[in-house]
């Protein structure tokens, strides 16, 4: 087979090594404990499950969304047209994989089709471009052209370039992001990819623009540190896979700002639906899930990979009932105890 250019052979590279990589367990979900009514006064038929996303004409079923993955190679199409098909049996949002293969290569139409079935197969749906920061914003409004995208999403992985041989080491990215978040129509979400963010960080992005939403993308889940590592067969970056703050942490960090309009999308090591809601009572919008997705597909195939991500929505609904919740936004008032790690680390936040 006549060898592919490095940036097309990355994407396949990053599925294999996602799936290679895959823990099933939740990350540290346990250090966080609800503190559930006994008597929940509480029917399950009473619970409501759908979100508003930005100003998009119909609501969401469930806080969840498919997060970016893949696209920008005839190979990956097959697996966003099954991508597109999960999201829309089960009316969630879907992510795509950074557009940059599109933009290099804007006259290959195998290339171009690996977003465009995403649109494809989810006509109505909520579809999210997905660009790098340093994309300039007229180069971005193609991306979303291309799949008629409802939001953009502006990934940030300085860590992961770092630790990549091909990788960027120029992190420059204010100028850049002030233009995308002036001029970009459709809202724009700033996402990690696997490291979480703080508050100092969101408070530094928001002075830039208008954000729409974070997706803190926490650590604890697909680690692209350890991808990259895996990659790069010169050096050893091992010592990286700690980098970041996990998902939970990221929440406790960043919720207390005071974020008037921007909204928080948490994604990361979220592996059940209980990991979900811990997600939703620390004051997440919604919750994203990239490689569980992946597994099921690759394991299970498409009609079983739909079944167990309904199966997930019902079980989200289970927990609001037992936790006495009618709707997604009533689990931030739910009460809840961290074990002493978490508490120590937002003490020392709240310390300065
Ligand atoms: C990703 N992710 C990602 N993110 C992004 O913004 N642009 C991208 O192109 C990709 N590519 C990508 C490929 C693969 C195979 C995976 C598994 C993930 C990161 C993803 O959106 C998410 O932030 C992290 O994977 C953390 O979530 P999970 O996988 O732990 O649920």
Redesign the pocket.
Known sequence: MPKQPLDLQR?NE??FL??KFYNPASTNFAEMRLLAPSIPEMRLKDVKTDVKWFNFHQNMDAPLYI?????GNAQVTKLNQQLAIVAQELNIPI?L??MSNYLKYPYNKEISESYQVVREYNPQGLVIA?VSAKIPFKQAQKCIDLVQANAL?V?I?AAQEIVMAEGEDDFCWCDNLAQLLQNIEVPVII????VGMNAASVRQILQLGPVAAF?I?GK???N?QAIENERNHHIDYSFMQDWGLTTLESLLDIVPTNLTDTLIFA?????SPLDVIKCLVLGAHSV?????V?HELQHFGLEHTITTFKTWQHQIKEIMTLLGCQKVTDLTQVDYRLSMKLNNFIRQKNDI
């Open positions: 994407k990053h599925l996602a799936e997060n970016a993955m893949t696209g992510a994989g950074s997905n999403q990934h992985n996402k990690e990819v696997g997706d993308s604890g889940g697909t692209f994604s990361g090591g979220v592996r994203g899930l990239a490689a569980p992946l």
